[in-house]
């Protein structure tokens, strides 16, 4: 089988989701990838680590545009000859799949989290995360959307291919009045550990306790939907149903009560702790330990422990 990975790399580095979807492609079949961004030849080349025998480097899209990037990976498609297609499902992926989809005719599989099974079916999640689904691509071409964070990327040692790729991809169709990046030592969409937190620190002056055991941690901060409406909080860190989808192996949220928004935003992440004087909070339903007490006490003393315990290590 031959199958086309689409990674993003206009930040001028290789995500861990995108080393994810790599390693995903490799299981299905001999792996291509096709990436826009002046990226150096030598990081597209450590893609082989993860399963890529050969990388197609665009240089010519400067942006996310979806329609330029459907003309590019439809390009790479038949350049290639694959017939199934792997993105990482962040908003690129949510973004572009569907337009390969429709343009090449081609099944689309959207939030896979698993391989497929020996009969072709994959389990993908439905609901906004609340349940998971069965699905089967019965096309000839396949487009496979990775819901980020269900399998860990085991890196090898091998270098891949990489060649410069020409297509006409047309001229861009976005006007970019303003671009916000993501900061921070660990970005939240590809964090293991979250420490999140709601109105119940009653104001962006309180953060530091949040930011002190994320640093411990080694984590990335997030909050809820009112957090940042309000303002206490970049937008870019609001989890939920109107904000990011994220799957991290630990979640830790304090002063957020928990509703539905929320949950459908964070519901895959493989632990979930969560801190709330209320002990009727909705979000203790889903904990899977929870601590009944005060954030501005509960976060200093774990993280004290935290810091304690990784000294005597």
Same mark, same amino acid.
């Given at each position: 089988?031959?199958?086309?990975?689409?990674?993003?790399?206009?930040?001028?580095?290789?995500?861990?989701?995108?080393?994810?979807?790599?390693?995903?492609?490799?299981?299905?079949?001999?792996?291509?990838?096709?990436?826009?961004?002046?990226?150096?030849?030598?990081?597209?080349?450590?893609?082989?680590?993860?399963?890529?025998?050969?990388?197609?480097?665009?240089?010519?899209?400067?942006?996310?545009? #979806?329609?330029?990037?459907?003309?590019?990976?439809?390009?790479?498609?038949?350049?290639?000859?694959?017939?199934?297609?792997?993105?990482?499902?962040?908003?690129?992926?949510?973004?572009?799949?569907?337009?390969?989809?429709?343009?090449?005719?081609?099944?689309?599989?959207?939030?896979?989290?698993?391989?497929?099974?020996?009969?072709?079916?994959?389990?993908?999640?439905?609901?906004?995360?609340?349940?998971?689904?069965?699905?089967?691509?019965?096309?000839?071409?396949?487009?496979?959307?990775?819901?980020?964070?269900?399998?860990? #990327?085991?890196?090898?040692?091998?270098?891949?291919?990489?060649?410069?790729?020409?297509?006409?991809?047309?001229?861009?169709?976005?006007?970019?009045?303003?671009?916000?990046?993501?900061?921070?030592?660990?970005?939240?969409?590809?964090?293991?550990?979250?420490?999140?937190?709601?109105?119940?620190?009653?104001?962006?002056?309180?953060?530091?306790?949040?930011?002190?055991?994320?640093?411990?941690?080694?984590?990335?901060?997030?909050?809820?939907?009112?957090?940042?409406?309000?303002?206490?909080?970049?937008?870019?860190?609001?989890?939920?149903?109107?904000?990011?989808?994220?799957?991290?192996?630990?979640?830790?949220?304090?002063?957020?009560?928990?509703?539905?928004?929320?949950?459908?935003?964070?519901?895959?992440?493989?632990?979930?702790?969560?801190?709330?004087?209320?002990?009727?909070?909705?979000?203790?339903?889903?904990?899977?330990?929870?601590?009944?007490?005060?954030?501005?006490?509960?976060?200093?003393?774990?993280?004290?422990?935290?810091?304690?315990?990784?000294?005597?290590?």
């Amino acid at each position: 089988m031959s199958v086309l990975v689409y990674i993003d790399t206009l930040s001028g580095s290789v995500s861990k989701n995108a080393n994810e979807a790599v390693f995903y492609g490799s299981k299905l079949g001999d792996v291509t990838v096709v990436t826009n961004g002046g990226i150096a030849a030598d990081k597209l080349a450590s893609l082989g680590n993860f399963g890529a025998k050969k990388v197609l480097a665009h240089r010519g899209i400067n942006s996310n545009d #979806p329609a330029q990037l459907t003309k590019l990976i439809s390009a790479a498609v038949t350049a290639c000859g694959a017939n199934t297609i792997v993105f990482s499902q962040d908003l690129t992926g949510k973004a572009v799949a569907p337009r390969v989809s429709a343009a090449l005719k081609a099944g689309l599989i959207a939030g896979a989290v698993s391989l497929p099974d020996a009969n072709g079916i994959f389990k993908v999640n439905v609901f906004s995360g609340k349940a998971l689904g069965n699905v089967k691509a019965n096309t000839a071409i396949k487009v496979i959307n990775l819901t980020p964070n269900s399998l860990a #990327p085991e890196a090898g040692n091998a270098s891949a291919a990489v060649e410069d790729f020409s297509a006409d991809c047309g001229a861009s169709s976005y006007t970019v009045k303003s671009v916000q990046k993501q900061e921070g030592e660990v970005l939240l969409p590809e964090a293991d550990v979250v420490v999140s937190a709601g109105r119940g620190l009653k104001g962006a002056e309180n953060w530091g306790m949040v930011e002190a055991l994320a640093k411990t941690l080694g984590a990335a901060t997030a909050c809820s939907r009112p957090v940042a409406d309000i303002g206490w909080r970049p937008h870019h860190e609001h989890v939920g149903q109107t904000g990011l989808a994220i799957r991290p192996n630990l979640y830790i949220a304090a002063g957020i009560s928990g509703a539905i928004q929320h949950l459908a935003g964070v519901n895959g992440s493989k632990v979930i702790v969560v801190i709330n004087t209320d002990p009727e909070a909705p979000f203790f339903k889903a904990a899977d330990y929870g601590v009944i007490g005060d954030a501005f006490d509960v976060l200093p003393k774990l993280n004290a422990e935290i810091q304690k315990l990784k000294s005597s290590h």
